[in-house]
């Protein structure tokens, strides 16, 4: 089980959602795993119900009186079962058992940057009563598996680079691991940590597909233009050619009227100096 975070969730809905995970842990007795992830963490009061969690099994003023009498009315028969006498505080101390027994809590936190140091002193119980799993590094079967696994399913056919998968996925594993190399390296003169995750690799393959869809829109769109300009240029020489063919079959008649029009201009210059003769 998890929480799905909103622009609107707060620690109202926070708090729902903590309920009804220690509820099905503590009051139906089921096996539950909450995973939780430091990019879930809107507030820091989140992490402090989780410590809660941790240490106790329990958040305190987490109940509203009815919710807390309805938890005592499902566990009874539990502590009943359990042998117990059923007290109120025998009936609360089983709920609580039962949420430390059934419930799993998955913490899912980046070492990057100086987050997680703050918080591991700011709520100790994420150090104290948590298993902390190191994952190591990826071979590089693993991160070339994984780039073809993303480039051939998502990369090659849309975006034609299916020749190319191989020799791109030995690209990814070799950037990947330099930066490794070289993130040693830097520990050792700088005595500073760089982490080069996991995830790290994940977003460079998801930022190599996405500038090849960019880029192959954009040049998509310039040849989808140098094509329709030259269907343009090819049909503008189409209709000077017909236009030529035209002028060529008119030479004749215009020949013709130049011929008209010149004889008619000598007429009216004889037309005129009669004229002006009869004027005078």
Same mark, same amino acid.
């Given at each position: 089980?998890?929480?799905?975070?909103? #622009?609107?969730?707060?620690?109202?809905? $926070? #708090?729902? =959602?903590?309920?009804? *995970?220690?509820?099905?842990?503590?009051?139906?007795?089921?096996?539950? *795993?909450?995973?939780?992830?430091?990019?879930?963490?809107?507030?820091?009061?989140?992490?402090?119900?989780?410590?809660?969690?941790?240490?106790?099994? +329990?958040?305190?003023?987490?109940?509203?009186?009815?919710?807390?009498?309805?938890?005592?009315?499902?566990?009874?028969?539990? /502590?009943?079962?359990?042998?117990?006498?059923?007290?109120?505080?025998?009936? $609360?101390?089983?709920?609580?058992?039962?949420?430390?027994?059934?419930?799993?809590?998955?913490?899912?936190?980046?070492?990057?940057? %100086?987050?997680?140091?703050?918080? /591991?002193?700011?709520?100790?119980?994420?150090?104290?009563? /948590?298993?902390? =799993? $190191?994952?190591?590094? $990826?071979?590089?079967?693993?991160?070339?598996?994984?780039?073809?696994?993303?480039?051939?399913?998502? %990369?090659?056919?849309?975006?034609?680079?299916?020749?190319?998968?191989?020799?791109? /996925?030995?690209?990814?594993?070799?950037?990947?691991?330099? *930066?490794?190399?070289?993130?040693?390296?830097?520990?050792?003169?700088?005595?500073?940590?760089?982490?080069? &995750?996991?995830?790290?690799?994940?977003?460079?393959?998801?930022?190599?597909?996405?500038?090849? &869809?960019?880029?192959?829109?954009?040049?998509?769109?310039?040849?989808? #233009?140098?094509?329709?300009?030259?269907?343009?240029? !090819?049909?503008?020489?189409?209709?000077?050619?017909?236009?030529?063919?035209?002028? &060529?079959?008119?030479?004749?008649?215009?020949?013709?009227? @130049?011929?008209?029009?010149? @004889?008619?201009?000598?007429?009216? !210059? *004889?037309?005129?100096?009669?004229? +002006?003769?009869? @004027? @005078?």
């Amino acid at each position: 089980m998890g929480i799905e975070i909103t #622009r609107t969730y707060n620690k109202d809905a $926070w #708090r729902e =959602d903590l309920k009804r *995970v220690l509820m099905q842990a503590g009051a139906k007795a089921k096996d539950v *795993v909450f995973l939780f992830s430091d990019t879930q963490i809107k507030e820091e009061s989140f992490l402090e119900d989780i410590n809660n969690i941790l240490n106790s099994g +329990d958040v305190p003023n987490l109940y509203a009186p009815d919710e807390f009498e309805s938890i005592i009315g499902d566990v009874r028969p539990l /502590c009943k079962a359990a042998g117990k006498i059923d007290t109120r505080d025998n009936i $609360w101390q089983h709920y609580i058992s039962l949420v430390r027994s059934h419930l799993h809590v998955v913490l899912a936190f980046s070492p990057i940057g %100086g987050s997680f140091r703050n918080r /591991c002193r700011m709520f100790p119980s994420l150090v104290n009563c /948590c298993t902390i =799993d $190191w994952f190591s590094a $990826w071979p590089e079967d693993a991160l070339f598996s994984v780039a073809e696994s993303i480039l051939g399913r998502s %990369g090659g056919r849309p975006l034609g680079i299916e020749g190319m998968v191989d020799p791109l /996925c030995n690209m990814c594993v070799k950037i990947h691991r330099s *930066v490794e190399e070289s993130s040693g390296r830097f520990l050792r003169e700088k005595r500073r940590h760089n982490y080069t &995750t996991p995830t790290s690799y994940l977003e460079l393959i998801r930022l190599y597909t996405e500038m090849l &869809t960019s880029q192959r829109s954009i040049v998509d769109g310039k040849i989808s #233009r140098y094509e329709g300009g030259l269907t343009k240029l !090819a049909d503008a020489e189409t209709v000077v050619a017909e236009l030529r063919v035209e002028l &060529t079959k008119l030479q004749p008649t215009l020949k013709k009227a @130049a011929a008209d029009t010149e @004889a008619l201009l000598k007429q009216l !210059a *004889v037309d005129q100096k009669d004229a +002006d003769e009869a @004027a @005078a």
